[in-house]
């Protein structure tokens, strides 16, 4: 099925009345999440009606390579489906019958599954990836079957449940009736490498498949870099699940989070000792995320911990040196600062199960009160 055909027949019953550049715009909305300002096409918005002629000329032939290549990865089929199915029934029966001539088997029940398909292939093809060939199909899905067996759990739960694919992040498990559903495949990162875990990654089933047919090296150091960043933060999860915190925190945390404009008036601090502990020029966005938390909240969350220590509800001095722990036990693993920073609100979030931003300002409480972080040697 080339694009044109499909593009022709598609907008006859499709399109109620909109023009060809404007059909086009609904149609890739449709199969895609990439925004038009993303399609690596020429845009100036004085010159529209240069953009519009553009667009025709992709109605009339195959997709350009660069305006494949900039969606591939991003595709969509599941919501053009589901919006073919919202039409009438007359017109899907319409629609199914001018595309007897290339599927003698569409028909008005599973017409937008097979046109999500076709878009998918077509841009897959302009894309430059080739369809792999029947035998080729059988043995990637024996493998990946294989894989998933044996190392899916790990992987799904490495990855956080979100696919780790570059501008994807799907959820890889939905709920449907009432029951958990895992929708994930596991793939190769470099195809040329044994398929051991480390050269493995859990992927929505969209990413798994057009980057089965995708030899793009650079795409491939992109996800082994991906791969290495959550090789680390397991490493880092596993390195504190065994060291306590005081569940005293929740209590901290969540008068942290009921304070207002008010509470913080006149209770700034000028947290000079955060320069000795963290250098700018290492990790400006991380100082200045530290900095301007300590001199708001510093003064407040000690009068809440001093608060609370004192009534019983928490032990001060226990969280300390609980806290103090959990860095010393990163630092050993040799972690950066941001690293740090990061597993510790990760912990305290696990913990806690508040939101990261006011972990993050609990973290930064510990770094000003010196439980977090070593002077910078001189």
Known sequence: MEFKHLFTILKKHLSDGADIPAFFRDLIAMITNVTEA????KKDPSAKQEHDETIRSYSKRQLPKKFAQAIVYRLTPEILTERINERPETVRRLLAEDLHGFDATVDADNVGAV??????????????????????????????????????????????????????????????????????????????????????????????ATYLLDDNKKLCKELQSIKAVLIAHRQSIQLLDELPLERGIIGVI?????????????????PKEIKQKLNPEDNMALYMTVKNYVTTYFIRIKDIMISLDKRGEIDYDEMQDQMHAIYKRLKKAQKTNLEIFNEITTKIHHVSLQADIYCQIVVSYFIQSCEVFDAISK
């Open 38 to 41: 993303e399609w690596g096409t």
């Open 254 to 270: 969540r008068k942290v989070t009921n304070l207002k404009e008010k509470d913080l008036l006149n209770a700034e601090l000028d």
């Open 115 to 208: 046109v999500a398909e076709w878009m998918v292939d077509i841009i897959q093809a302009a894309a430059g990836l080739v369809p792999q060939d029947e035998l080729e199909q059988r043995k990637q899905q024996q493998l990946a079957g294989d894989l998933k067996i044996k190392y899916g759990e790990y992987l799904l739960d490495e990855a956080g449940d979100r696919c780790p694919f570059p501008g994807c992040g799907k959820k890889l498990t939905q709920t449907h009736a009432g029951k958990a559903v895992h929708t994930y495949e596991v793939g190769l990162i470099d195809k040329q490498t044994a398929a051991n875990v480390e050269n493995l990654l859990a992927m929505c089933p969209q990413c798994y």
